[in-house]
């Protein structure tokens, strides 16, 4: 990590991305459909936020949920000059969802885009934050160690669990990206070059909240999407000349499935992540638009992990079926069954530490970690001699849906909680465009309502966020099981 700390162990906190460029009068984000934001509106934005809010203590999560776009932007950046953390909640999850999120964070504060009709403490309006007329303070001196940020992830239970973010772990993914040395108290020059990328992904997740915050760092503009469309991303790509383009590997099914247009020229490369992505995809996607795809591997509880460098794209030296090389200040073992850290090239669990990584959880405690301040991924796979890392596959049963984790446990009981139904097993089915999809095995309780897939998919539409519903449910009379009587999942298919 090449982190420039201001004086011991502290560092100007992020709000300095707009806080430093409160007289910058370029374009910071673009929202497609609405607003232009330059640095100077979205810095005076940021700052009525926090007079709002008031002054925060660096342990005083603040939840937000908003929509991609200025706003979403102004208030993180409000919260960090407030002198507080926000911790990111998807404007897509259904209320119970939303409440379970909050009772786990305990926040001192919630902040909510107006249209989305939420009790909230700040109100977020794009009219009266664009008109906004305050000073802007300086960005605050805080410790490395303070909460920066906090993202949920469902992890391996279904129940929300949120991974602090410090300020070293968050300025050190700006860092891994960069590659370059940085310093919070000396930003590179803000450009009126083109976008540096689009923002499709949400901006409550990892890839969507670090791309941007990656991109204002550099002083370039992004162009933020609320949903995906292939062919209107095909129009702001050339329209706004986009070189680099970040697309799950859904977004990819979906632009070959369609006809976006031309994308090269002007784009140069595709990054791409969050789930698994199959060689065929990538050759498709490749072959026809001719764009190399460089593929990254991470979590929310780790950040990057590893990626291909941009040279063995470009030169041909490819290391197939790997997800790159692993980065620096990033370390990997893979373990055996028994705790064993095994040599190069050899299959096991992978695991993780990191000098700029945090293991702090809210809602899990220190699960995720051993004593040695290592996170087991969940995965399994192999690394070899030059540190090229390999996945073959998960240690859990969590489905990965165009990026998006399902638990199935958390499926299954919503399902179980039908009054018609006595059992439930929820696995993934293999899916070309969205990579995974679940579906649901459902036994009828004995003498109960007779009830049809509209019926239960409309049940725990009710109940749970669209993306984690089943695609299909089969009623069986019973499962195989094992000799203790439970479901045996891998013969569902």
């Known amino acids: 990590m090449m982190l420039k700390l201001t004086v011991g162990e502290v560092v100007r906190s992020l709000a300095t991305l707009l806080s430093a460029r409160a007289d910058v009068d370029l374009p910071a984000v673009v929202e497609d459909g609405g607003p232009t934001w330059t ?27 908003a929509h991609n776009g200025g706003a979403f932007v102004a208030a993180m950046a409000g919260v960090w000059l407030a002198g507080g953390a926000p911790a990111l909640v998807p404007p897509v999850l259904p209320e119970h969802e939303r409440a379970e999120v909050l009772d786990v964070l305990s926040p001192i504060a ?4 107006a249209e989305l009709g939420l009790k909230a403490d700040v109100s977020l309006d794009d009219g009266a934050l664009l008109a906004a007329d305050v000073l802007v303070p300086d960005a605050p001196l805080v410790p490395i160690s303070a909460p920066a940020l906090i993202l949920f992830t469902s992890g391996t239970t279904g129940d929300p669990k949120g991974v602090v973010y410090t300020m070293r772990m968050a300025w050190g993914l700006i860092d891994r990206i960069a590659s370059n040395e940085i310093d919070p108290d000396d930003l590179p020059r803000v450009g009126a070059a083109p976008p540096r990328g689009i923002v499709a992904t949400p901006m409550a997740h990892l890839a969507g909240v670090f791309g941007t915050l990656f991109s204002l760092w550099r002083g370039r503009s992004v162009i933020t999407m609320r949903r995906f469309d292939p062919r209107r991303y095909g129009e702001l790509v050339r329209s706004h000349e986009v070189q680099n383009l970040a697309l799950t590997p859904t977004m990819m099914r979906m632009l070959l499935d369609d006809d976006p247009g031309r994308l090269a020229p002007p784009a140069k490369i595709v990054t791409t992540g969050a789930a698994p992505v199959p060689p065929a995809l990538r050759e498709e996607f490749e072959s026809r638009f001719e764009i190399p795809v460089q593929i990254s591997y991470g979590q929310t509880e780790s950040g990057v992990i590893s990626f291909e460098p941009v040279s063995d794209l470009l030169d041909g030296h490819r290391r197939p079926g790997t997800v790159g090389r692993v980065v620096p200040g990033v370390t990997v073992q893979i373990r055996g069954k028994r705790g064993e850290v ?9 695991w993780v530490r990191g000098g700029d990584m945090s293991p702090r959880l809210i809602g899990d405690g220190d699960k995720a970690f051993d004593d040695g301040g290592w996170m087991s991924t969940g995965d399994v796979g192999s690394l070899d001699a030059d540190g090229y890392l390999t996945i073959s596959g998960r240690e859990r049963e969590v489905i990965i849906r165009g990026g998006f984790n399902i638990v199935p446990a958390e499926v299954e009981r919503e399902l179980i909680a039908h009054p018609s139904v006595a059992e439930a097993a929820v696995v993934g089915v293999p899916d070309a465009r969205l990579g995974e999809v679940p579906h649901a095995w459902v036994r009828l309780a004995p003498g109960g309502d007779a009830v049809t897939d509209a019926d239960l998919s409309a049940w725990l539409h009710d109940r749970l966020a669209p993306y984690k519903v089943p695609v299909a449910f089969r009623f069986v009379d019973d499962f195989s099981r094992t000799e203790t009587g439970k479901i045996r999942k891998h013969v569902l298919h």
Do not use: R
């Open 342 to 350: 095994l040599p190069p090239g050899s299959d096991g669990a992978i």
């Open 110 to 113: 919630v902040i909510a885009s």
């Open 39 to 65: 640095f100077g509106n979205l810095a005076v934005a940021a700052a009525a936020v926090a007079n709002e809010l008031g002054p925060l203590s660096p342990e005083s999560p603040v939840a937000l949920t």
